[in-house]
T-cell receptor, first 116, second 115 residues
Framework: AQKVTQAQTEISVVEKEDVTLDCVYETRDTTYYLFWYKQPPSGELVFLIRRNSFDEQNEISGRYSWNFQKSTSSFNFTITASQVVDSAVYFC?????????????FGKGITLSVRP | NAGVTQTPKFRVLKTGQSMTLLCAQD?????MYWYRQDPGMGLRLIHYSVGEGTTAKGEVPDGYNVSRLKKQNFLLGLESAAPSQTSVYFCATLGQGDAGGTEAFFGQGTRLTVV
């Protein structure tokens, strides 16, 4: 069974603050993928990052960074110097790499509000 | 390259009516999924398919049926719509993206209201 837990439901910060969105996952598969998606108020789902289970390197993309730790089954997302345009719902997701168990399981999402 | 296309984008149904939502992809991906999104519930998996001719139940399959007769199409059917099925429905595929890695691609969503 797969499970993704995003314990934070809503976060509100003031512009330019740093904010970390937590994601904890459960899976019995040894090979899997982790994703983060952004859903702005317009409703579409925007791909942010994919990590496979063999790559624990942290990644930075502009103001975004991701911390993947297999030891704690976590894949946390940090936005540095947040901006109003970062206001959205953010989803963490998990998929087994192949086969009949390739369900793509999402967490419940974190609503981030960035105030000017 | 259209990616993932859902039709229709909006629909209002009366209780008891039936309808089919179509998800079409042109990326040759094996894996396809149907989700519903409700406030505070995230994206919940309804049914999914790991290849042409195969389907499997997800987290919330009751009241829905699916078919994957062709690899590029994944249909979601509501035989007798209920107000509890009012939701936004998303279709997704999982496969190789432009950057060479595995990525999930989503349709634009279908907003369904059952009155």
């Amino acid at each position: 069974a797969q499970k993704v837990t995003q314990a934070q439901t809503e976060i509100s910060v003031v512009e330019k603050e740093d904010v970390t969105l937590d994601c904890v996952y459960e899976t019995r598969d040894t090979t899997y993928y982790l994703f983060w998606y952004k859903q702005p108020p317009s409703g579409e789902l925007v791909f942010l990052i994919r990590r496979n289970s063999f790559d624990e390197q942290n990644e930075i993309s502009g103001r975004y960074s991701w911390n993947f730790q297999k030891s704690t089954s976590s894949f946390n997302f940090t936005i540095t110097a947040s901006q109003v345009v970062d206001s959205a719902v953010y989803f963490c997701a998990l998929s087994a790499a192949t086969g009949a168990n390739s369900k793509l399981t999402f967490g419940k999402g974190i609503t981030l509000s960035v105030r000017p | 390259n259209a990616g993932v296309t859902q039709t229709p984008k909006f629909r209002v149904l009366k209780t008891g009516q039936s309808m089919t939502l179509l998800c079409a992809q042109d990326m040759n991906h094996e894996y396809m999924y149907w989700y519903r999104q409700d406030p505070g519930m995230g994206l919940r998996l309804i049914h999914y398919s790991v290849g042409e001719g195969t389907t499997a139940k997800g987290e919330v399959p009751d009241g829905y049926n699916v078919s994957r007769l062709k690899k590029q199409n994944f249909l979601l059917g509501l035989e007798s719509a209920a107000p509890s099925q009012t939701s936004v429905y998303f279709c997704a595929t999982l496969g190789q993206g432009d950057a060479g890695g595995t990525e999930a691609f989503f349709g634009q969503g279908t907003r369904l209201t059952v009155v």
